[in-house]
């Protein structure tokens, strides 16, 4: 059986492109993620930042992390197994409520963007 991860999971993956593992929010049951990240000198219009509290990650220095709304990641259930994903924790669904929220109004995604996000989100949150 393969390992499936909900909205709301806060799973490590494994990336090849930067050879580390990364977190990553599980926005759908389909496998689609976004990334979590530190927050970077450089913040983009389509960063959802989000208090260390509300996250089950230890704290960032700065007090929060990134969700990037920009970067859809898609995974088949087949990849996990392969990228090593583990879920190490929950976010609540007030904050997928907020992310939703931030999502829907930013305007730097398309259309397109803005419904593969929302889709797995929306029937969840």
């Given at each position: 059986a393969h390992v499936m991860f909900s909205p709301g999971d806060v799973v490590l993956i494994w990336n090849d492109d930067v050879g580390k593992e990364k977190f990553h929010l599980c926005i759908c049951p389909t496998g689609k993620f976004l990334f979590l990240n530190s927050p970077k000198?450089?913040?983009?219009?389509?960063?959802?930042?989000?208090?260390?509290?509300?996250?089950?990650?230890?704290?960032?220095?700065?007090?929060?992390?990134?969700?990037?709304?920009?970067?859809?990641?898609?995974?088949?259930?087949?990849?996990?197994?392969?990228?090593?994903?583990?879920?190490?924790?929950?976010v609540s669904n007030k904050l997928l409520l907020k992310l939703i929220?931030?999502?829907?109004?930013?305007?730097?995604?398309?259309?397109?963007?803005?419904?593969a996000i929302l889709e797995g989100l929306?029937?969840?949150?």
């Open positions: 000198k450089k913040a983009y219009p389509g960063d959802f930042n989000v208090p260390s509290a509300e996250i089950p990650l230890p704290p960032t220095p700065e007090g929060y992390s990134v969700i990037s709304c920009t970067h859809l990641i898609m995974l088949a259930p087949s990849d996990f197994k392969r990228l090593r994903a583990i879920k190490k924790g929950t929220a931030f999502v829907d109004k930013t305007p730097v995604l398309s259309e397109e963007e803005k419904d929306g029937d969840w949150a």
